[in-house]
């Protein structure tokens, strides 16, 4: 083996090792080989996990990857509605798609894997609420539990409303949002209406 291609392969095992994920354009960047690539594939030193996207083999594989991995694919996106649900423990349900929402004139992403559902919310909309958190190893965008909740009463017409009521019950319930909080992300995200006779409910009889 060159010396050349020996330090190409020496680059990538530090880049994936590194991370638990890495796209395809970050080892191109870097000046991996195609080559390389496809050996390193060959010899097991490292795994694709999806179009465009590799891992160590010997990484710790998070529950939550797929989200990670959707954020590889766009960075700019934000993990949102039924998703941001589930990854906050506040739904029993796995949606199939991931769901992230994007600004109104972004271009939408081209299918891939992991699959998603794209929402597009005006930028007054999108710029809430929204937290960073550490998913295997990737910054990955997330909303907070009231602005998710907001989001679910806004779009009645993309997710049941029974979704977004066991959403607001179990944020009550498992405190990861007073009142107060989701009050104020309801009123900011154009859902007040919609979700004040189901909040005062549970407050009053909780």
Known sequence: MSAARLSQREQLKALVSGKSIVRAQELRNAGIAGSTIQRAL?????????????QDPQSDVD?????AEVAKR???????MVSALAYHGLTDQMPRKTWVA???SE?????????VRVVRFAEKYLQQGVERHTI??????????AKTIADLFRNG???DRSVAVEGLRAA????KANPAQIADAARAGGAWRAIRPYLEALTFNG
């Open 63 to 67: 529950s939550e990857q797929t989200l």
């Open 74 to 80: 766009i960075p700019k996106g934000v993990i949102a």
């Open 172 to 175: 009550l319930d498992q405190r």
């Open 107 to 115: 271009w939408s992403p081209v299918s891939g894997y992991p699959p």
């Open 136 to 145: 295997s190893g990737v910054d990955v965008l997330v909303y907070s539990v």
């Open 157 to 159: 017409r993309l997710v």
């Open 42 to 54: 060959d010899d097991g030193y490292i795994i694709r996990i999806g179009r465009g996207l590799y």
């Open 102 to 104: 994007i600004g109104a």
